[in-house]
């Protein structure tokens, strides 16, 4: 359950290249990072997405149990996963090596219910229909190419599989003047601090600003999610600045 299989990706490549360089240096610090810049909320929200990923798994008789944590990072949502659902076994895909040996310190590796695969969300090296669901956290403003992204993600789970994104929200309510405020440029600099104090000006935080700023609205990603084949819905928190993509396969 150890291995550490290298698939090719189909992403824009620059832009792989420079998620690899940047998370490799920031891998053994990202946790405490993440927790700082975001102040702690990064735990409630997975715990609601993948609550509302699996909250008819008793009423279908147990039918979910493999699941694929697309951009798995340290794998907290992994992890997650198998403390609500018992018994599933979890595949987490990552283009950044170092970033899969932290996830390997999670309770669910331990059991031996999390194994890891070295790739590209656009282009899997699974089979059609493999996955019963399929998940990712704070990973979709990293997509850069959303239609086949999507369409391949559709392909490989199973019919009436499901599917859930936990990503920032945009453009979402009312506030989301403040939301861009608050996400673009508050935790933004929250972890570009956090980023210099703790790796002592060795690791670089460039990427949420500028993923954010390009990112779709809830409604924009309910369309791609559609066009890719899925029935979807999302639920939107903390005044919209979070967002939980649903989707199943029709």
Do not use: C, W
Not at 82 to 97: A, R
Request: avoid cysteine; glycine fraction near 10%; proline fraction near 2%.
């Amino acid at each position: 359950m150890s291995n550490v299989t290298l698939t090719m990706g189909s992403s824009d490549p620059k832009y792989v290249n420079l998620v690899k360089s940047d998370f490799s240096v920031l891998s053994e610090s990202y946790d405490l990072i993440n927790n700082f810049m975001s102040m702690g909320t990064d735990r409630q929200f997975r715990y609601l997405a993948i609550k509302n990923l699996i909250s008819n798994h008793s009423e279908n008789n147990n039918q979910f149990t493999t699941f694929i944590d697309i951009g798995t990072g340290t794998g907290h949502l992994g992890n997650e996963l198998g403390g609500q659902l018992p018994g599933s076994f979890v595949v987490g895909l990552d283009v950044t090596k170092s970033m899969i040996e932290f996830a390997k310190n999670r309770d669910i590796y331990k059991n031996g219910l999390f194994n890891f695969v070295l790739g590209d969300a656009a282009k899997t090296p699974f089979r059609d229909s493999s996955f019963d669901g399929g998940m990712s956290g704070f990973v979709g403003r990293h997509f850069t190419n959303y239609p086949s992204t999507l369409s391949e993600h559709h392909r490989i789970l199973r019919k009436n599989g499901r599917i859930m994104m936990l990503e920032m929200g945009r453009r979402a309510t009312k506030f989301a003047f403040l939301i861009d405020v608050y996400v673009g440029m508050f935790m933004s600099l929250l972890g570009k601090l956090a980023a210099f104090l703790i790796t002592k000006g060795n690791a670089p935080f460039r990427l949420l600003e500028e993923t954010y700023a390009r990112f779709y609205s809830p409604e924009e990603l309910k369309s791609l999610y559609q066009g890719a084949g899925f029935i979807t819905r999302y639920k939107l928190g903390l005044l919209g600045s979070i967002v939980i993509m649903l989707g199943k396969k029709k």
